[in-house]
Each structure stands twice: as C-alpha cells, then as structure tokens.
C-alpha cells in the first residue's frame, strides 16, 4: 500500500501515562493510567484509514479497528464504542491484556516505516468512556430489551472470556442465555489470574454489568460436572457453550515439591486476587508469607505473579527461566514493568531440588538448587532445547516458591460427560469453524481446547461458536 505523504503517521506513538515504579510496587492500583482525550486523539490522527485494514485481519474478535478510529479522531465516543462493541463483548478487558503487538499492531502498516497505531490503548480509551455510571446508563438505555425474545434458550458453563464473549453475542441477538460459573464472582481468569495492578475488578465487573444489562443471567457456586451436569443442560437449553478453561496446574516435578511454601501460580495469583489477599485483613483470606521468593516459568502468568509477589511485601523475587531473555513468551511490555519494579531474572537455570530448613517438623521450604543450562538444538516448537551444564548447580534461597509452567484440563467435567470426544491432549475436539463437539449443539471453546492461550483467542472462539449458535436458533 502507498503510504500517504505530509499525515503525520511518522510521529512517535503517543506514550502511556504510568505510576512510577518505585510507587506501583507497593499498591495494586492500576499500572498503565490511560490516555486523555487530547491523547487520544493525537495518537488516532496516526491511523491512514487504509482501504484494506490489515489489522483486523490481526484480531481474533474481528473488531472494525479502522472505522472506531476513525470515529474517535472526529471526536465521536458513542458512535466509536458502539462499532468496538458491534465484536467485542468486552474491550475494556481487551485494551488492557491483549497482546496487540502480535496481533492487531503487528499487521499495522506503519510497522514498515516507523510504529504502529496504539490500538489497544485507544480500545481501552474509548471503552474506559462508558465505564463510567452516567455514560453506562445512557448507553444501556438504548440497549436494553431492544431486541425482541425468540424463545431458545443457551447455557455457557464457565464465566470466563469464552463463555462471556458467547453469552454476550446470544443475548445480545435475542436469545435468553444463561452463565453457570463454579465459582463465587463470575469473570474466569480475569478476575482470577490477571491482577488488579493490570486489569482492575471494578472494569471486570463493568463488563460483566453491561451483559447483564443484556439479559444475561448469572448463576454462581455451579459447579460443571458436579452440581450441575451437561446432560441436564441439554435437555433444557437448546444449545450449550464449555468454557471451563484449564485450571489443572502442571508441576516441575523434582524431589521436595510438596514442601510448605511450594505454591502453583494458579492458587497463588486467586487467593491474592479472588480472595483479595491483597487487602488482608479487611478480607478474610490471607496469602503465604515469603521474603525470598522465586517463579518458575517466563509467561505473563510467571510476570503477574513476580509482580505480585513484590507487591505483598517480598524482599526478593526472581523468576527462573530455562531458556534466555529472547525466548521469554510473556508480553515485552509486562516483562520490562517488572524489572522496572526490581523483579530480578535467573536465566538459563532449572530447578534440580527443593530443600526445606534442616529439623524444621515443618517441612518448609528454605532454598532452591538450580542447574545451569546452555541452548542446545531446537525443539519440535523450533526453539533451541535447554540442555543440563553438567557440574554448575547454585543454590538460591527462597522461602516461596510459585511454580507457572502452563496447565492442563481439569476433569471435573470431563469425567462427567464422556461423549465428549477429546483430544490426544485430553482437551475438547471442536470443529474448527464452528466450535462445535462431538455432541450436537454442544460447543466448546477458550483454554479447554486450545491448552493455554490468551484472553483474546478465548473471545475469538466463544465469537466464533455465538455466531453458530445464532445461526441455528434464531429464525432466518
């Protein structure tokens, strides 16, 4: 594409206002604080409103990015979060947590000549305009029961970024839908996993607010494949959504990992963000005490929980990696926040051991022996294999260790509904297309069939299958 000459798209993107570092790592206020309106626009006025928009092709929710950009550089809030809403169930959690740069940014033009659009801030900005009490009742005024009922009924199990993102679209269109989640506040992951520090609750629950002003209904304390069953649903509802996640932590498996203070990053990260261990003891439930902590992984979920670890009074946090810098899947932007904030970095090393404090009837954790590794030759993943340098072990002390190496899916409801046909990996098989299983008008999508991903790819698949849904139920 011919670039336009004499726009102005070469301009440095507009930065993001942020807490100071030295600040942040002692509170779980918000990180990133937004762009004003003056922002905003300056950073909108980068966009060369191509004929062929390169980056929706990049989003996995299909957001019509050129045309809310273009909305926003007029100056037209409503109309520019209606046309993000029109894919997006939810896009204040999307412009804080996508990885835009893979996505989106990455497909921008301007990557050739200089930096691309801010899209995901402007998301977040646009979004972050009807958040507010006022902006959200007048927007839902014009929503609300506006479309008429069809009679058919869906389920989703789980009220993480997949089920929500389908709820949204079938209620959204008509149909009376209905969200079981296992747990006592809907949101999944991003009210589970994703800190306050990153993504604040109070945006999580705006979302969430905005569906139920929808129509949908949330049922909480529902547990999948226990106290409710998806053979039940079937016969109930006229179709059902899984999206359960996978929330069965993968352990390293070396000798004294069920010493006291040996933690996954999953039961870390939702007592401190779920049981809101960060505002202990005004909340009931307290986080494991540690002074020299330690994180095994180098995904966002390893970041989020270093970050977190710092902010709960640690003295020390290192993450623990295998591989180098270079390798490190997280977000670039996550990982340089956390070294801003004094998280330190042990690369090429493996934990060998966990040891406790020697005649402690306790059985705490007091340090850990890492393995010096050195790059071998790439993996079936095509990046080169981490291999043992034989004779260099180091010991490190910790007293809490977080273990964030990905997971597996739970089988709580798996076992329970054995037509469910799986994978060799032991997720649900779907059709790629629709997300539908191997039980008719039973869709699945998110973490339970994907393994680990993002939030984004989660509502791209829950789109996907509330678009199929939609399709089969409503009247043509």
């Not at 409503?78 to 894919?87: L, P, R």
């Not at 297309?433 to 991903?453: K, M, Q, R």
Request: include cysteine; charge should be positive; charged fraction near 20%.
């Amino acid at each position: 594409m011919k670039i336009k000459k004499n726009s102005g798209y070469l301009a440095p993107r507009v930065d993001m206002p942020c807490q100071p570092p030295l600040a942040r790592r002692a509170n779980f206020e918000e990180v990133a604080l937004g762009y004003t309106t003056e922002m905003a626009m300056q950073e909108a006025s980068r966009c060369l409103h191509c004929k062929k928009p390169l980056c929706v092709a990049g989003c996995p929710v299909q957001v019509p990015i050129r045309d809310f950009i273009a909305e926003l550089a007029r100056g037209d809030l409503q109309t520019a979060y209606t046309v993000v809403k029109s894919t997006n169930s939810l896009p204040a959690v999307c412009g804080r947590v996508c990885p835009q740069e893979y996505q989106c940014e990455g497909k921008c033009v301007l990557n050739a000549k200089g930096q691309p659009v801010a899209i995901g801030r402007l998301e977040r900005f646009v979004a972050d305009s009807f958040i507010a009490p006022i902006a959200c009742e007048r927007l839902t005024e014009k929503t609300k029961c506006a479309v008429p009922r069809h009679g058919k009924k869906v389920a989703c199990i789980g009220a993480g970024p997949a089920s929500l993102t389908c709820a949204g679209m079938c209620a959204a269109n008509g149909l009376a839908t209905d969200v079981f989640e296992a747990l006592h506040e809907p949101g999944g992951v991003l009210v589970y996993g994703i800190p306050a520090f990153r993504l604040p609750k109070n945006v999580v629950a705006a979302e969430i607010d905005g569906l139920a002003a929808l129509g949908v209904r949330f049922y909480l304390n529902s547990v999948g494949g226990r106290t409710i069953m998806l053979e039940d649903l079937r016969r109930e509802y006229d179709a059902v959504f899984i999206g359960v996640g996978a929330g069965l932590p993968i352990f390293l498996g070396v000798p004294g990992e069920n010493l006291v203070g040996v933690f996954s990053a999953n039961e870390y990260l939702t007592r401190v963000n779920l049981g809101r261990a960060y505002d202990f003891p005004r909340q009931d439930t307290p986080a494991f005490p540690g002074k020299n902590i330690t994180v095994f992984g180098a995904g966002n979920v390893a970041i989020d929980a270093a970050r977190t670890a710092l902010r709960m009074g640690a003295e020390s946090v290192h993450i623990v990696y295998r591989r180098t810098r270079a390798e490190m899947p997280a977000r670039k932007e996550e990982i340089e926040h956390a070294e801003e904030e004094g998280v330190q970095f042990a690369m090429l090393a493996a934990p060998v051991r966990f040891d406790g404090f020697d005649g402690n009837e306790e059985m705490r954790l007091a340090s850990v022996t890492l393995q010096t590794m050195v790059l071998g030759e790439p993996d079936s993943s095509g990046r080169r294999r981490p291999v043992p340098l034989e004779g260099q072990p180091r010991v490190l002390p910790t007293d809490l260790a977080i273990v964030a190496l990905g997971t597996r899916p739970n089988p709580i409801l798996l076992d329970a509904a054995p037509g469910l046909e799986r994978t060799n990996r032991g997720y649900i098989k779907v059709g790629a297309t629709t997300g539908e299983t191997s039980l008719s008008n039973v869709f699945a999508g998110g973490d339970i069939v994907t393994g680990a991903a993002t939030v984004i790819l989660a509502m791209g698949a829950g789109r996907r299958a509330g678009q199929e849904i939609c399709k089969r139920l409503l009247p043509n």
